[in-house]
């Protein structure tokens, strides 16, 4: 869900030499040549239209070249919203998803300290957000992704040590 923490997690593994790429930063990307203002609402009817003309796993489609680029080894994907974009990725590489889980109020004061121009700025609209973002699925993978982890009540580095240290774990599975 948003404000969970997922790009803390992406920004310490890119330090530790992973391939990170933002589903959302495609979002932002087409905003920004179309001349829209990035606000929340913004984005997500755009992410929404996107999904209409493009299909379910159009943004994952998106973010191919960047995949392509990264080579062989792990690639760390931001911003999953479905298992339409879950089983595109699935045909360009082995895939796992870890969910990332925080309360409404933690995700919110995490979002609120970020500053970004579509976080939220009142509960209500991280609300909205969030019943937009269930309408395209992602609350099925988030039930179905391979480990879980919970950021209430964790520092940004207990945050990454734990991701990495289940990321490390299914690369070490991976490589028996």
Known sequence: M???GKSTIAAGLAVMGYVTINMGDMVRKEAARRGIEPTGGN??????????????????????P?????????AVIDGIRS???IEFLKG????????????????FGLLQGRGRPDDPREMRQL???????LGVGI????ALADESLSNNGLTAEQLVDRAVSI????EEEDAA
């Open 2 to 4: 948003p404000g969970v």
């Open 43 to 64: 984005l997500g009817r755009l992410m929404l239209e996107l999904r209409e003309k493009g299909g379910p796993g159009a943004i994952a489609e998106l973010i191919r």
């Open 66 to 74: 960047q995949i392509d680029a990264a080579g062989p080894g792990t």
């Open 83 to 85: 298992n339409d974009e």
């Open 92 to 107: 360009v590489g082995r895939v796992r998803i870890l969910s990332i889980h925080a309360s409404a109020g933690r995700r």
């Open 127 to 133: 609300e909205e957000r969030d019943a937009r973002e």
């Open 139 to 142: 609350g099925t993978s988030i």
């Open 167 to 170: 990321i490390q774990g299914w």
